[in-house]
């Protein structure tokens, strides 16, 4: 099985993950939101650190380019079908990439992602939302340490500062949340 390879963690980059219901988490928020609202989702990444130092919450994900993100839905595909069909919401372009890995069953990952890379920008143009990595929009968060209570916590605080959680537990590159904001 193809392991996908982590993006290198950057400060400035490009970023909407296209998700199935399947993956949201359920949210019950603990209130009303205390203080400002974070500026945008590095802010509201930095103060959960802040609120849960015992949690280990690390950026383990940051914006990508078209070509970072293409290569990391490629790998996903070509490595679990399944998977990649249960992560991305049913779109033109999800269909579209699926249909062409299919298709393509000696492709290098090379040929893959350049593929992929055409389908996003197509897919972009026409106003579609492939990833919020792209708008720099998301965070690929570690999952809090502390067991079901402690995440339970931190789920319901980033729901209550206007965050969207999705836990990619079974992510072929590893367990993590994906943070929308």
């Not at 992560?87 to 990439?97: G, K, L, W």
């Amino acid at each position: 099985m193809t392991r996908i390879q982590p993006e290198p963690i950057v400060s400035s980059s490009t970023g909407a993950h296209g998700h199935s219901v399947a993956h949201h988490e359920t949210h019950h928020a603990h209130g009303p939101s205390v203080g400002p609202r974070p500026v945008n989702v590095e802010a509201l990444i930095l103060q959960i650190q802040r609120e849960f130092p015992h949690a280990g919450v690390r950026i383990t994900g940051r914006g990508r380019t078209v070509q970072r993100q293409a290569e990391l839905m490629a790998q996903r595909r070509r490595a679990n079908r399944h998977q990649f069909l249960g992560v991305y919401r049913p779109a033109p372009h999800i269909t579209e990439m699926d249909h062409w890995v299919t298709g393509h069953p000696n492709a290098s990952t090379a040929e893959a992602t350049a593929a992929f890379v055409e389908i996003i920008e197509r897919a972009r143009a026409r106003g579609a939302m492939v990833s919020n990595h792209l708008s720099d929009r998301a965070r690929d968060v570690s999952i809090p340490l502390g067991g079901h209570i402690v995440q339970n916590h931190v789920r319901q605080r980033l729901r209550g500062l206007g965050a969207h959680v999705i836990d990619e537990h079974d992510a072929v590159g590893g367990p993590h949340w994906h943070v929308d904001y």
